[in-house]
């Protein structure tokens, strides 16, 4: 299972009733959208094989993902955060899952990449991560 935590522009504070439901389908929509994509970049699409349920859940940043892996038979795989502006923020959601999950957590750290690679990759697309041959690069 797939998961992806979003909250709403701003939080959820008292204007939480005020939004149209459009907008907040919209939002829906996008966390959906960044979700398929995050398995397309990783993965290349879902596995073949393998049964992936992807959801997205509204939720405060690390409270979804320890109420959908919430037996104790669950194995939560979370990144272990990084290096840059946001790595305060991702390293509260990792302390959070830390703290409340009833299951076990795989935290996996972000392995270190050299500037002038992570340039390069940043700016790859996934084709020319394509096997040579036929159907890849080569072929």
Same mark, same amino acid.
């Given at each position: 299972m797939a998961v992806h935590e979003w909250h709403p522009p701003g939080g959820r504070g008292p204007d939480r009733g005020r939004i149209p439901p459009s #907008?907040?389908?919209?939002?829906e929509n996008?966390?959906?959208a960044r979700l398929?994509?995050? #398995?397309d970049t990783a993965f290349g699409g879902r596995p073949a094989g393998v049964r992936t349920d992807l959801v997205t859940i509204e939720s405060l940043p690390?409270?979804?993902l320890c109420a959908v892996a919430d037996r104790n038979d669950d194995l939560l795989v979370i990144g272990a955060g990084g290096r840059g502006p946001w790595k305060r923020l991702r390293g509260r959601v990792r302390r959070h899952v830390l703290a409340k999950s009833c299951c076990p957590v795989l935290t996996v750290p972000t392995p270190f990449v050299p500037w002038r690679e992570g340039r390069r990759l940043r700016r790859a697309s996934p084709s020319d991560f394509a096997p040579a041959g036929p159907g890849g690069r080569d072929g």
């Open positions: #907008l907040v389908e919209l939002w996008l966390a959906s398929e994509t995050a #398995l690390g409270r979804g």
